[in-house]
C-alpha cells in the first residue's frame, strides 16, 4: 500500500513538473527599455513577466487598486490609538522622511525576541509596547494598509536585506525550506522559481519568486495581500500543509527570498495576476 501511494505521488509530481513548457516566451522581455528598472543582473522582478494590461494597472497610482489600502495607511499612521495615546506620527513624523528606505531592510533580527521580525510584525511591536493597542491581525485591512503605506515610502529603492551577524542562522532555515521537497507533489520552491522560472505551468508563467512587490493587489485575489498569504497558496498547491501567516517559518523563508533579490527596486504597491 506505502508502495503504492509513493509510486502515484512520485507520478502525479513528474506529471506537474511536465506540464511546463518553455514554448512561449514570457511576457515582457527583459531587454526591453521599459523594464530596466525592474532587472538587475539575472535578477528580474514579477512585473516583467506580467501581461502589458496588468503592468499597465499597476504603472497608473489612480487605477492601481492597491491604493485603497496605501490610502487607507495613511489615514491610520497620524490616528492615535491605545492607552498611550500615541499614533505612528507621534514617534516616527511625517512617514515620507522617516519610513523611506525601512520597508527595503525587512525581514531583520529583532534581538528583544531573539529572532527576525518581518515589517508586519515590527508594526505591531510598535502598536502594543509603544502604543499600548491591540495587535491587528494578520492579513487584517490595518495591517495590510498600514504595511503597504510603510513599504511604499522605499519605492524604487533597491531591497537591501542583512543575512549576517544574528540573522545568520534564520538565514539558513529559510534556504533550507526553499530547497526542500514538500506536500504530496514532492516540490520545493526551486522547482517552479529556479528550475522553471520562465516557463508556463497550464497557464501560469513561473516567475522567479522574487518578493519586492509585496504587499501586493493579486487580480487572482481582488484585493491586497501579503507575501505569507502566497507563501501559503504556494503551500497548497503542491498539496503541502500551509504554515500559519506569522510563522517562524515563513519569515525565515522570506528574508531568504528577500536575499535572492536584493538590489530589484522595491516595487510596492504592485499589482500581479
Given amino acids: 500500500m506505502k508502495r503504492a501511494v509513493l509510486t502515484a505521488t512520485l507520478i502525479g509530481a513528474a506529471a506537474w513538473l511536465a506540464a511546463c513548457t518553455d514554448e512561449q516566451p514570457a511576457s515582457g522581455h527583459p531587454t526591453d527599455p521599459k523594464m530596466a528598472k525592474y532587472v538587475v543582473g539575472k535578477l528580474r522582478t514579477g512585473y516583467t513577466y506580467a501581461e502589458p494590461e496588468t503592468r499597465a494597472i499597476q504603472d497608473d497610482d489612480f487605477n492601481n487598486p492597491s491604493f485603497f489600502w496605501v490610502d487607507r495607511g495613511k489615514e491610520i499612521w497620524s490616528k492615535a490609538e491605545g492607552t498611550a495615546g500615541k499614533s505612528c506620527a507621534s514617534c516616527h513624523g511625517e512617514a515620507e522622511k522617516s519610513m523611506k528606505g525601512v520597508g527595503a531592510t525587512y525581514p531583520k533580527y529583532f534581538a528583544p525576541k531573539g529572532k527576525l521580525v518581518n515589517l508586519e510584525q515590527r508594526i505591531n511591536i510598535c502598536r502594543t509596547e509603544q502604543m499600548k493597542a491591540p495587535e491587528w491581525k494578520y492579513e487584517s485591512t490595518e495591517l495590510l494598509a498600514m504595511t503597504g503605506y510603510v513599504k511604499m515610502q522605499s519605492r524604487d529603492l533597491p ?115
Fill in 159 to 273: 531591497v537591501n536585506v542583512a543575512i549576517d551577524g544574528p540573522a545568520a542562522p534564520f538565514f539558513e532555515k529559510g534556504k533550507a525550506f526553499y530547497y526542500e521537497r514538500r506536500g504530496l507533489n514532492d516540490l520545493a520552491c526551486k522547482h517552479c522559481h529556479v528550475d522553471n522560472e520562465g516557463n508556463y505551468i497550464r497557464a501560469e508563467l513561473l516567475s522567479q519568486g522574487q518578493s519586492n512587490g509585496f504587499p501586493t493587489y493579486r487580480l487572482k485575489w481582488q484585493k491586497f495581500g501579503s507575501l505569507h498569504r502566497r507563501m501559503a497558496g504556494c503551500n497548497e498547491e503542491i498539496r503541502a500543509e500551509p504554515f500559519p501567516m506569522g510563522s517562524d517559518e515563513y519569515v525565515n523563508l522570506e528574508l531568504y527570498v528577500a536575499w535572492r533579490g536584493n538590489g530589484l527596486p522595491v516595487e510596492t504597491p504592485s499589482v500581479r495576476k
